[in-house]
């Protein structure tokens, strides 16, 4: 069953590219696209002292990658006006009084403002402007630093979202492939034939997944080489630890596309459902772009039984935090009860009826 | 249990796809060694009476036993027992013809010693030597369907059931086909082959002639050809032939098209042959010569399906 499997994914030459180049670009497209790296905010700037120190200050926003200055103001009212034209999302008021301040006090303060409509956006563009201010030379820091940013030093969200994308890109995959090889037979009438023969469902299952496991460790090697060497996110944790874990979850992504595949007899059917329920929980509700403690109560409780929230979690802290198994018994288990689960109700789902 | 020299036994066999009876109350007794056709027109119930027997499909009531086993208690039992073609081209036509074999023969778990040997078999069955890395969607469709059938007989089961396995082949690949079902047929291994084609009837040892779900007529191409059609049969040569056939409506007891011809079954209290032609010349049509003929298999499955409505409209 393996073996002819194998064969016929090797006999489609497209499908076969189409499963390895897909996860290759998935992995540009998310970890460009999604990158919540937001560059060039629009900035007014609004210097009331205009000095030599007042500059040097304005200076590092105009050097930053992160902002740039949309409009230079010459009143406070210009701010609101500005922002009500969507010309800028935040604003740098230095006051007239900086310098002086300065001299006297060693402290002295400037205001930030930003348009909260977007609150993600606004989140991050704050983040950086405390960090350009922690690292003007110039000046002492007016703005304390938020613990968040302990494991990510750069405060790049790259190496935040990377591992994330491997999870989406394996969930996605791996949940399609699979949700295709059942519906694929009864589609072409191969399945009556096959249900009349003696094989028994187990052997359909193991059969059926071995050759997409194997291509799931592949995708997965192409993510971890791609997150490493090409977006530079540190690797911190075991490879051991990452094996065991990926093959869990490659297990659960496997199962749900067979399920799929089992109840649904249409491909297009089938791949339609999978996309469903690997894409939106994945990506919404995995912590991947959003994280888990700041949505509302009730979607929290749903994200415990979304499956790639646990394996996000994992391979952050197998990146980031250069987590073991041990510091991880928590998702890693409940991916496990998961992985336990599916292939049991896999194991069962697939009768060898017509009715 | 059933007796021992029956391959296959149906009592009361229905199935019910919601408001819709497919098989209805069907009976079937087939001895080992027997090449029965299951002959009627599409929508019969053929497929769904062989998937039945196969394990395929849940009976909605009635039973059936298959090789001696159950087929609801122990469909695996009986899948071990039979070879099944079904309706739906069903080899995998992005592998090669090795490939193929190679597969069924390890799905049908034949050992591994004994496989050459049938894969061999099965090669020269289909008439394949020398193209067995061919890839099987390139091969024409008689081959795919002896191809088909090579497979389904890998692990020699004593009972093949066949869903209209010459459907859409040309004539020639399908006279070869049949050779080959009578090469099987005198091994010993019983056949159940659905088809529509009334030609193919006469090669069976019996027929099970099935219409609405249920078994209509069961016998020998002979026996069901002396079936008495109540009354005389004649052929009608005239035209139009559509317009014939509503215009002896209620005058005779059967009439129907037959090729370029009407053939039509007498009534032995109403018209004879002359006034026949009588009749449609009044109405216009143009005869040709009236003759006596003897039925064809054709003649008793037209009277036999139709007496079949007959009785639905009754009952």
């Known amino acids: 069953m393996a073996y002819k499997e194998t064969l016929q994914i090797r006999r489609d030459p497209r499908s076969l590219a189409i499963a390895l180049l897909m996860p290759l670009m998935q992995m540009l497209m998310l970890g460009y696209g999604v990158s919540l790296d937001i560059k060039h905010v629009p900035l007014c700037l609004y210097d009331q002292e205009n000095s030599q120190n007042s500059r040097l200050l304005a200076d590092d926003f105009v050097s930053s990658k992160w902002f740039s200055v949309s409009r230079v103001l010459t009143s406070e009212e210009g701010i609101r006006d500005a922002m009500d034209r969507g010309e800028c999302v935040a604003a740098l008021v230095i006051p007239s009084n900086f310098s002086r301040r300065l001299a006297m006090t060693k402290r002295a303060s400037v205001q930030a403002i930003f348009d909260a409509t977007d609150v993600n956006t606004t989140n991050i563009a704050l983040g950086y402007a405390q960090g350009i201010m922690a690292r003007t030379s110039t000046l002492p820091s007016t703005v304390d630093f938020e613990p968040g940013t302990w494991f990510n030093e750069t405060l790049d969200s790259r190496n935040f979202i990377i591992p994330g994308v491997i999870a989406v890109i394996l969930a996605l995959v791996g949940a399609q492939l699979t949700s295709l090889t059942i519906s694929r037979e009864w589609e072409r009438g191969t399945m009556e034939q096959l249900i009349s023969t003696p094989i028994s469902a187990s052997e359909v299952l193991v059969g059926k997944l071995i050759p997409y496991v194997a291509i799931g460790f592949i995708n997965a ?113 409940g991916l496990a009860i998961y992985a336990i689960v599916i292939v049991w109700l896999a194991s069962t789902a697939f009768r060898k009826r017509l009715d | 249990m059933s007796g021992e020299s029956k391959a296959i036994v149906a009592q009361g066999l229905s199935k019910r796809f919601q408001s819709f009876l497919a098989v209805d109350n069907l009976d079937l007794e087939i001895a080992k060694g027997e090449v029965v056709g299951f002959i009627g027109p599409n929508g019969a119930g053929k497929s769904t009476t062989l998937r039945m027997l196969c394990g395929l499909l849940r009976p909605s009531s009635g039973k059936a036993h298959v090789a001696g086993y159950d087929v609801e208690k122990d469909p695996e039992a009986v899948r071990e027992h039979i070879g099944y073609m079904s309706q739906k081209f069903s080899l995998y036509n992005d592998l090669t013809v090795r490939e193929n074999l190679r597969f069924f023969g390890g799905i049908y778990r034949v050992p591994k010693k004994e496989f050459a040997g049938r894969m061999n078999f099965a090669v020269s069955m289909a008439g394949l030597e020398g193209r067995e890395d061919m890839l ?42 049949w050779d080959l079902i009578h090469d099987l047929a005198s091994d010993g291994v019983t056949i159940l082959v659905s088809t529509h084609y009334m030609d193919e009837a006469e090669y069976c040892n019996r027929i099970a002639l099935i219409n609405r779900g249920r078994l209509v007529a069961m016998g020998s191409p002979g026996e069901l050809r002396l079936r008495d059609l109540g009354g005389k049969l004649v052929e009608i040569a005239c035209s139009p032939l559509g317009a014939a056939v ?16 009407l053939h039509a079954v007498l009534d032995p209290n109403g018209p004879d042959g002359e006034e026949i032609r009588k009749l449609l010349e009044e109405k216009g049509m143009n005869v040709g010569a009236i003759r006596m003929v003897s039925p064809s298999l054709e003649d008793v499955f037209v009277r036999l399906v139709s007496g079949g409505k007959e009785e639905r409209v009754l009952s």
């Open chain 2, 136 to 177: 099987v969607h390139t091969l024409a469709g008689g081959w795919k369907q002896r191809l088909a059938l090579g497979c389904a007989i890998l692990h020699r089961p004593p009972i093949l059931f066949l869903d209209e396995p010459t459907s859409g082949v040309e004539p020639e690949a399908r006279r070869r086909f």
């Open chain 1, 221 to 333: 090697g192409f993510c971890l080489v791609s997150a490493v060497y090409w977006f530079g996110v540190p690797f911190r944790g075991s490879m051991g630890t990452l094996f065991v874990t990926t093959s869990l979850f490659i297990v659960v992504v496997l199962g749900i596309g067979y399920l799929i595949s089992v109840r649904v007899r249409s491909q297009l059917g089938a791949s339609q459902i999978a996309l469903l329920v690997t894409m939106l929980p994945t990506t919404l509700l995995s912590g991947y772009t959003f994280p888990i403690d700041q949505m509302p109560q009730a979607i929290q409780a749903i994200s415990l039984v979304v499956y790639p929230r646990y394996f996000v979690t994992i391979l952050r802290a197998i990146f980031l935090k250069g987590s073991g198994l041990d510091d991880l018994w928590m998702p890693v288990s």
């Open chain 2, 246 to 261: 509503n215009a002896l409506a209620g005058s005779v007891i059967e009439a129907a098209i037959f090729g370029d011809r």
